[in-house]
């Protein structure tokens, strides 16, 4: 099976007889003696920890065309692959470097580059052209590129690639595999090294010379996999086929294909070239070198904002649903409390019994926010790390985009149900300052579940971290009353007075407290998502 591809858009050098998949210039990305090494865990319960190599002193030269990198899984195709786009934590790479265009690396590339991962990693409520849309939107800068020749790019792509008739659909799209001919150049890999790398009309031949024998109804991908698994044997004898064969008299670890591979004439052209351009590189950087986003900031505040509306429009669960949930339990509370007596004691008791229930209704109804960042994670990861967009566009979209709209608009909804049902103050100041103190109590929560789900990975811990400060916030309840400082009551004055906490500056100090928790929640959360871990 096809696992890697990589496209640079030029027709290939290394190809003679297959037509080029593409007609325009592209970069030539090289890379030299690549040694990647990570560490790993004895056992579950062991404190030691042993090197593993996943990359081995692998140099090769990626020329403009369609590049198709194979080989079994756990050779290092994924591996090299994030290496050469920077995706790889630099401290596992312990030699080598990367070149494009006799340019080296840095972490720039990843702005003006694109890099296709093998899981779907897409919006799933909006369509096919929506999705192209968007990352064309972003990645192509709007100096260079009109809003007409990004359409005809995204319509190129649809077209290329086979999906006009899913072009407006939210279907998933499978690409057919029977492409192995279409490929120019061809690298083949195993236990994290090369065994062939050219032209992939010619990997065939390459392989016959070994002594490996292709059926004329085999499929060329099948077959290079089975010859890199080990499960085919050289059939016909030779020096080579005989090193290949004899596997078990190599040095420990060492690849025999791999070092067939390392002394032919495809590897010492590779060799000679990669020398060259060695010697006439120039290792200076300087900071005027360094490549930008391609779109500004407000424009990618507003094409990211702009898809998180739609995605809550076309989410139910996110929107109309709680928007009814929240109707429901406004009503329901306004039963149970309907229009409260105003005697002494019942009064007191009734109208603490009833914003202890709109209290916790705007805590616990909150919940759903926690799963906000969980579920996006590894779509704002690639995004991010992507080049789309900043950290701080992807925070204020959801800012304004989901908190603002998506919690306030509900709770001035709930909180206008029960107020007059129980017969609370008919003033128009009372009933302002209680819809405040109302929507603050559900931006603290929202900004705390916020945290929570910038913090952690999974919903299981979540659920567990965000229940406990919540119950925290249920049992001191006592303390922090609403009736005690907001002027909703139609009685009972005097007593508050005589308490000492009918006082507007407690109530201001009261929403002073809960704008706090609100900014220093939302502050940590965007603290949090800038240090999400980028690399793989």
């Known amino acids: 099976m096809l696992d890697e591809v990589l496209v640079n858009e030029q027709p290939s050098t290394d190809t003679e007889e297959t ?19 990570i560490k790993e865990r004895l056992g579950m319960f062991s ?23 194979m080989g079994p899984t756990g050779s290092g195709k994924t591996s090299l692959l994030d290496v050469i786009a920077g995706r790889k934590d630099p401290k596992g790479l312990k030699s080598g470097q990367v070149l494009v265009d006799n340019t080296i690396v840095t972490s720039d590339l990843r702005l003006c580059s694109a890099y296709v991962v093998q899981n ?19 990645r192509l800068s709007r100096k260079e590129y009109s809003s007409a020749d990004k359409q005809m790019r995204v319509d190129s792509v649809i077209q290329e690639l086979g999906l006009k008739d899913c072009a407006d659909t939210k279907d998933h799209v499978t690409l057919k595999t029977g492409i192995i001919y279409q490929f120019d150049h061809l690298t083949l890999m195993n236990k994290g090294e090369i065994i062939y790398a050219g032209a992939a009309n010619k990997a065939i031949t390459y392989f016959e010379e070994l002594g ?5 109804f085999n499929n060329p991908a099948d077959f290079f996999l089975d010859v890199t698994n080990g499960t085919v044997l050289p059939q016909i004898h030779n020096n080579k086929s005989e090193m290949c064969s004899n596997s078990d008299e ?4 060492e690849n025999p294909l791999a070092v067939i591979y390392r002394k032919s004439p495809h590897f010492l052209n590779v060799k000679d070239r990669l020398t060259q351009i060695s010697d006439g590189l120039d290792p200076e950087v300087t900071k005027d070198d360094r490549v930008g986003y391609a779109t500004p900031f407000y424009y990618q505040l507003m094409l990211v904002s702009g898809r998180t509306v739609r995605h809550i429009l076309r989410n139910p669960q996110t929107s109309y649903a709680q928007l009814f949930l929240n109707i429901f339990f406004g009503i329901l509370v306004g039963l149970i409390y309907y229009q409260i007596p105003h005697t002494l004691p019942e009064a007191l008791q009734n109208r603490t019994g009833a914003f202890f229930f709109l209290v916790i209704n705007m805590v616990f109804g909150n919940l759903s926010a926690v799963e906000l960042f969980i579920s996006e994670r590894v779509l704002f990861i690639h995004e991010n790390s992507s080049g789309f967009y900043r950290t701080s566009v992807y925070f204020l979209s959801k800012v304004f985009a989901d908190l603002i709209p998506n919690r306030i608009l509900p709770v001035f909804i709930f909180s206008a149900i029960p107020y007059f049902m129980m017969g609370l103050k008919p003033d128009v100041e009372a009933f302002f300052l209680y819809c405040v103190t109302m929507s603050m109590i559900s931006l603290s929560a929202v900004s705390l ?16 971290l965000i229940a406990l400060p919540y119950v925290v916030m249920m049992v001191s309840l006592a303390e922090q009353k609403i009736y005690r400082h907001v002027d909703c009551l139609l009685c009972s004055k005097k007593f508050f007075k005589n308490t ?30 800038r240090r999400i871990s980028r690399w793989k």
């Not at 081995?56 to 198709?68: E, Y």
């Not at 190599?250 to 670890?253: A, F, G, S, W």
């Open 19 to 37: 037509a080029p998949c593409f007609q325009t210039p592209g970069p030539t990305v090289t890379f030299h003696s690549l040694r990647y090494r």
């Open 500 to 529: 000492c906490i009918f006082s507007l500056v407690r109530f201001t100090f009261n929403q002073v407290a809960l704008t706090g928790i609100m900014c220093v929640c939302l502050l940590l959360t965007y603290v949090q998502l």
């Open 449 to 464: 579940a916020f945290l929570i789900s910038a913090s952690v990975g999974s919903f299981a811990m979540a659920n567990i």
């Open 47 to 69: 404190r030691q920890w042993v090197e593993k190599d996943i990359l081995r002193d692998v140099s090769g030269i990626l020329s403009p065309g369609m590049n198709a990198i």
């Open 250 to 253: 190599m040095v420990e670890n």
């Open 212 to 216: 490996y024998k292709c059926e004329p």
């Open 120 to 138: 779907d990693i897409l919006m799933g409520t909006l369509t096919v052209r929506e999705n192209l849309a968007f990352s064309a939107n972003l």
